[in-house]
């Protein structure tokens, strides 16, 4: 039997104000790696109280988006969950098929970085996860700019798709 926890907005101060910075003009989405802020040296903390996961969905929304995308970080190439998230997502919004997406090579709207974590010095939540919680995550992108059905409706059949592929 699988094991679900799904956390609140770790940023309501930000979603309010439509940004990644907290109240206090820190990115909590570059703060995982040395913590700033208490938001995320909370979350740190709570993470830390937890056993690994088997896979992890980080849900967010882009400004700059022409469409839905993701990250996926599989640095193990287990099977991958990307296409059926893409391929679900694409029945409720477009998909960015742009070949670049935040500056990262992309293809079909699914971004593959090769990350060494160390390499970076401000871990958005996705690069802790990886380096300490699972073996297996995705980051999932709906565009902030297209109506907010379009966007939940995209995270939410994403996220199903993800559930009903066995691991």
């Known amino acids: 039997m699988r094991k679900l926890w799904l956390l609140p907005c770790l940023n309501p101060e930000g979603f309010v104000l439509n940004t990644r910075e907290n109240a206090g003009g820190v990115d909590l989405n570059r703060d995982y790696r040395q ?21 992890y969905l980080c849900l967010h929304e882009d400004w700059e988006s022409y469409g839905f ?40 709207g699914i971004i593959r970085p090769l990350i060494n974590p160390l390499d970076r010095p401000d871990w958005p939540e996705a690069l802790y996860l ?22 939940v409706n995209a995270l939410a059949v994403a996220v199903q798709a993800a559930l009903a592929t066995p691991i």
Request: aromatic letters at 8%; hydrophobic letters at 35%.
């Open 69 to 108: 995308y993701l990250y996926e970080q599989n640095p193990d190439n287990q099977p991958s969950f990307a296409d059926k998230m893409i391929a679900a997502a694409k029945n409720v919004c477009p998909i960015d098929l742009s070949e670049n997406i935040e500056g990262r090579p992309a293809e079909s």
């Open 130 to 151: 990886i380096s300490h919680k699972s073996r297996q995550g995705y980051t999932l992108e709906a565009p902030s700019d297209f109506p907010l059905p379009a966007r």
């Open 35 to 55: 913590p700033k802020a208490a938001e995320s040296a909370a979350h740190i903390a709570w993470l830390e109280r937890q056993p690994k996961f088997d896979l």
